[in-house]
């Protein structure tokens, strides 16, 4: 059970409902993360902003590769079901390719060099090689790319976080961080 309420649509703050009915008008559904992250407008606001300008930036099958990968590496189950169930059906990944990418791989190689990177900026909090770094831009991402790859580790560590601290119910087909792929 949550450590924290999480809001009906209903009874969320006055200031959240607008970002989560566009929440509802895109997913059909408000997962329970958004809800919870809802209690706070600005952090809502803060969140969604950072996680909309993102999704213009890599594709998607990238930034849900990313997402499994940090979500593994910050143990966050929350985020492992939503991102696996994402992964899926959205990025119409593989369950094979979805398992490499919860160990920081993947079966093709530029997205490797993405995950793979993702992983270790996660795993060493930042702390990687120049040999880290040359590996990511010798797969054929710009050191824009790369600024990206590293905003996505930021915005999934703080949706792992918070679901950690939280103990967020889990809304989507539960996968577990201890069940590594």
Do not use: W
Not at 90 to 103: G, V
Request: glycine share 4%; charged share 20%.
């Amino acid at each position: 059970m949550s450590r924290f309420p999480i809001p009906t649509l209903d009874a969320a703050p006055e200031a959240s409902k607008p970002i989560l009915d566009a929440v509802h008008k895109q997913l059909g559904v408000v997962p329970n993360l958004f809800r919870l992250v809802g209690t706070s407008p600005t952090a809502l606001a803060a969140f969604t902003s950072f996680q909309g300008a993102l999704s213009k930036s890599l594709d998607v099958k990238t930034r849900e590769r990313i997402a499994l990968a940090v979500a593994q590496v910050n143990g966050c189950d929350y985020c492992l079901s939503a991102h696996s169930y994402l992964a899926l059906n959205l990025a119409k990944l593989s369950p094979e390719e979805i398992a490499l990418n919860r160990r920081g791989a993947s079966k093709d190689i530029k997205a490797d060099a993405a995950v793979s990177f993702a992983s270790k900026v996660a795993a060493q909090r930042g702390h990687v090689e120049e040999t880290d770094i040359a590996a990511v831009r010798a797969a054929g991402f710009s050191d824009a790319q790369i600024v990206e790859i590293i905003a996505m580790v930021a915005e999934n560590t703080f949706t792992n976080y918070l679901n950690e601290v939280a103990k967020t119910d889990i809304d989507f087909p539960v996968v577990l961080a201890k069940d590594a792929a």
